[in-house]
T-cell receptor, first 114, second 113 residues
Framework: ETGVTQSPTHLIKTRGQQVTLRCSSQSGHNTVSWYQQALGQGPQFIFQ???????GRGNFPPRFSGLQFPNYSSELNVNALELDDSALYLC?????????????FGQGTRLTVV | DQQVKQNSPSLSVQEGRISILNCDYT??????FLWYKKYPAEGPTFLISISSIKDKNEDGRFTVFLNKSAKHLSLHIVPSQPGDSAVYFCAASGASGTYKYIFGTGTRLKVLA
């Protein structure tokens, strides 16, 4: 068990709706990274938050936004959902050191857009 | 454009034998490479990494080889065990101090008892 929890585990939304996914970091970790894993694909980097500030972004449109709270938990918000947003969304909690041994993934939230 | 490619979607190996998982990349700016393992209903877990200044890194049964001229890396698992059955992702980044990884599409390894 990694100590990183994501909620909800599964979610079904309708095209055009908005969704908020949550990630609770491992204690002491100040960095959260979000990934989208479409079916049959590897995880794709969405963005990273470090101490409540966005610290890098992948090739995702602005309707993907995030937030990191003072306790370092995080939210991923997606507006105007599209069918192609259906995927497993993973968050990874870490220290800013960049050592992958110190980065732990949650189990993911599976989002289905219908 | 897939910058990190794993061309074998699946691989089956007998228990005790060697498993070799391959990964190719196109971006010569990548200088740090990782392998992750993923079981169903779990997040990926870090397995082993290698920086571009090395051509081999070993950790127990797991060895990663990097061929920079061919832009190719491979993960060797010896001996393979049934518990190694999982999806393996290779990933790359432009620096060791970042989590902004580019992942491949994964290879599903099945180790047969």
């Amino acid at each position: 068990e990694t100590g990183v929890t994501q909620s909800p585990t599964h979610l079904i939304k309708t095209r055009g709706q908005q969704v908020t996914l949550r990630c609770s970091s491992q204690s002491g970790h100040n960095t959260v990274s979000w990934y989208q894993q479409a079916l049959g694909q590897g995880p794709q980097f969405i963005f990273q938050y470090y101490r409540e500030e966005e610290n890098g972004r992948g090739n995702f449109p602005p309707r993907f936004s995030g937030l990191q709270f003072p306790n370092y938990s995080s939210e991923l918000n997606v507006n105007a959902l599209e069918l192609d947003d259906s995927a497993l969304y993973l968050c990874a909690s870490s220290l800013a050191s960049g050592n992958p041994k110190e980065a732990f993934f949650g189990q993911g939230t599976r989002l289905t857009v219908v | 454009d897939q910058q990190v490619k794993q061309n074998s979607p699946s691989l089956s190996v007998q228990e005790g034998r060697i498993s070799i998982l391959n990964c190719d990349y196109t971006n010569s700016m990548f200088d740090y490479f990782l392998w992750y393992k993923k079981y169903p209903a779990e997040g990926p877990t870090f397995l082993i990494s290698i920086s571009s200044i090395k051509d081999k890194n070993e950790d127990g049964r797991f060895t990663v080889f990097l061929n920079k001229s061919a832009k190719h890396l491979s993960l060797h698992i010896v001996p393979s065990q049934p518990g190694d059955s999982a999806v393996y992702f290779c990933a790359a980044s432009g620096a060791s101090g970042t989590y902004k990884y580019i992942f491949g599409t994964g290879t599903r390894l099945k180790v047969l008892a």
